[in-house]
């Protein structure tokens, strides 16, 4: 079954997404959609699209899209991701799936209701790379692990909709959810989180982080690490750190390096991600996106009934239980028991 996917926005990742799209096994871009019909028409010419609406409301009453992507603001995820569920779609929604835990049962209790299935799009989880840091932690490469240091910073000037808290933005909510789910898969559940935060002079509304660092106590001792900036050089940084050596992933969100780092005796292995080509990775260059076309093609494959989704329910609450509580804590200034 070939899965037809509709996009939700006309924004910039979108554009990533129909690339994806077009590249991925089992599926196919339908429609596009946007809140102008002439700038949807424009959109839709340049990524590919046969169809394009000039509402969201008109993309999701079309019965011949199976699957909805849905890179909105993050303030809308929630509102628009059960909308397109309860119109009988499949979601794939951009990170954060939402800022609120509720928020997040609320969604996957529509999905129930409706008989489909939301993905919250954490594009990296499903690389081979990702996959292979995992193997190494099981096979106990680097011993016990005790530390997870996660980093992720952009320079985003004043006036970017990454700094406007009112759609969701701000360092934490933009760019802590890379971290924050890197914590949560190589260390499990918090069981505290203590952060701080710079407020964001040039941001708009209320407590605005332009930065931010958090501490998270995981379970068996260990301890994760996050910083996130907005208007720092770009930086892309996981290290994870055992009793007995360390993994270190240069690029660990886009995932284009081709390579991890197993350092253990001051002496460092660096691993090929897909030594057999099994996932057709592309060479290692700046504007590699298999990230998003393994993301689509394992939708794809969830929502056409091939495979289980590899992250769920559980997985999506639990993530935006820890980001709430990072965020609450940098705003009071006060540790915050999960």
């Given at each position: 079954m070939t899965v037809r996917w509709g996009l939700l926005s006309t924004s910039?990742?979108?554009r990533v997404a129909a690339r994806a799209i077009a590249a991925a096994d089992g599926a196919?871009?339908?429609?596009?959609?946007?809140?102008?019909?002439?700038?949807a028409a424009a959109y839709a010419a340049e990524v590919g699209s046969p169809v394009a609406y000039g509402s969201y409301e008109e993309l999701l009453a079309d019965g011949g899209i199976d699957a909805v992507y849905v890179p909105l603001p993050i303030t809308l995820h929630g509102e628009w991701t059960i909308r397109a569920l309860e119109a009988g779609k499949h979601v794939l929604c951009e990170k954060p799936l939402t800022l609120d835990p509720d928020e997040a049962t609320a969604v996957f209790d529509a999905a129930e209701r409706a008989g489909r299935l939301a993905i919250e799009g954490f594009m990296w989880?499903?690389?081979?790379?990702t996959r292979l840091v995992r193997r190494l932690l099981a096979e106990g490469s680097i011993g016990e692990l005790a530390l997870v240091r996660a980093a992720l910073s952009v320079s985003a000037p004043a006036g970017d909709i990454r700094r406007t808290t009112?759609?969701?933005?701000?360092?934490?909510?933009?760019?802590g959810g890379?971290?924050?789910?890197?914590?949560?898969?190589?260390?499990?559940?918090?069981?505290t989180v203590r952060a701080v935060r710079v407020a964001d002079p040039a941001g708009t509304g209320a407590g605005h982080d332009l930065r931010a660092s958090a501490v998270l106590e995981l379970q068996d001792g260990v301890v994760g690490l996050i910083d996130v900036g907005l208007d720092l050089e770009r930086r892309d940084q996981l290290e994870l750190v055992g009793t007995e050596g360390r993994i270190v992933v240069d690029d660990p969100w886009l995932c284009r390096s081709g390579a991890v780092d197993l350092i253990r005796a001051e002496r460092s292995e660096r691993l090929p991600v897909d030594p057999d080509g099994a996932y057709?990775?592309?060479?290692p260059r700046p504007d590699n996106e298999d990230a998003y076309r393994l993301e689509f093609e394992a939708a794809s494959a969830a929502f056409g009934g091939r495979a289980a989704p590899a992250f769920g329910r559980d997985d999506a609450i639990a993530q935006a239980r820890a980001l709430e509580a990072a965020r609450r804590s940098a705003a009071t200034g006060v540790t915050v028991v999960l």
């Open positions: 910039g990742i979108g196919e871009l339908a429609a596009v959609a946007g809140r102008d019909a002439d700038r989880r499903l690389h081979p790379q009112d759609l969701g933005g701000g360092a934490l909510a933009d760019l890379f971290c924050v789910s890197a914590v949560r898969l190589f260390g499990g559940e918090p069981s057709r990775l592309t060479p």
